[in-house]
């Protein structure tokens, strides 16, 4: 829910996700019927780069942004195959920009741990005596055709669910009388003998602590991926499917 109380602490009070405009449907819809205005309007020059940029600077090489952007592109504009358009899965939640990052991130997050695994795997001699590990990996079941479980997601959401296990008990229950309940920092202050002051204080401390806790098990999960606080929060904030944990 993005608006139970773990999204209102991860990115504010009165933070809600943007959702799609009608005007982004009706462009949706036509390129998927096949006007090329509207694919054209859709895979603009900037929108592509905009989401290479953004593999990269998350720890992608140039190739592997390239390679997944034009496949993401392909995916959305095939129409004539079993699997259709991967268009078809957007659900208007979010913007169509956030639908995309998402779905660009959550492939480079599958491709590195592929390649990780990939590297893992024991080898075979080929006769030549080097070690070749792509035949065991190739006859490994196929993943579906549908996306059916969103890595990112669950990386944001059993990093964020570490932090949270990891923090002071006190200043949890103290931040959930305030944050949830909506009781003022004056009175939670009366209840533990303290001043108004150091219940900020211990707030703003906790929040340091969701923050470190939180960069620190993303880091130990995917070390390659290059993500700060500010990218976490807006993810939080283009993921309706995080906050089902409240």
């Known amino acids: 829910m993005t608006n139970g109380p ?3 602490l991860i990115y504010g009070m009165d933070g809600e996700s943007a959702t799609a405009t009608n005007d982004e449907f009706a462009l949706i819809e036509s390129a998927l019927a ?8 859709l895979r603009t020059s900037e929108r592509t780069g905009r989401l290479e940029s953004i593999l990269e ?3 992608a090489s140039r190739t592997e942004a390239r390679d997944i952007v034009a496949d993401l592109w392909s995916d959305c504009f095939n129409t004539g195959t079993d699997r ?3 268009l078809d899965r ?3 939640k979010g913007s169509i920009d956030a639908f995309l990052t998402r779905t660009a991130l959550n492939r480079l997050i599958d491709y590195k741990r592929r390649q990780r695994f990939r590297g893992d795997l024991p080898g075979s001699n080929n006769g030549d005596g080097e070690v070749d590990v792509s035949d065991r990996f190739d006859r490994l079941p196929a993943e579906k055709a549908a996306e059916t479980e969103d890595s990112l997601i669950g990386l944001l959401r059993e990093s964020l669910v570490h932090a949270f296990r990891n923090c002071d008990a006190e200043k949890l229950v103290i931040l959930r009388l305030v944050n949830q309940h909506g009781i003022d920092q004056t009175t939670v202050g009366r209840m533990w003998g303290w001043s108004q002051s150091k219940i900020s204080r211990a707030i703003s401390s906790l929040m340091d ?3 470190d806790y939180t960069l ?3 880091q130990r999960r995917d070390p390659w991926l290059d993500l700060q606080w500010h990218d976490f929060v807006e993810l939080c904030r283009e993921s309706n499917e995080l906050f089902t944990l409240d």
């Open 6 to 8: 773990i999204s209102r």
């Open 34 to 41: 096949g006007d090329e205005a509207a694919a054209s309007a």
């Open 57 to 59: 600077r998350r720890g």
């Open 84 to 86: 259709g358009s991967l």
């Open 90 to 92: 957007f659900s208007g």
């Open 209 to 211: 602590e969701i923050r």
């Open 216 to 218: 620190e098990e993303l």
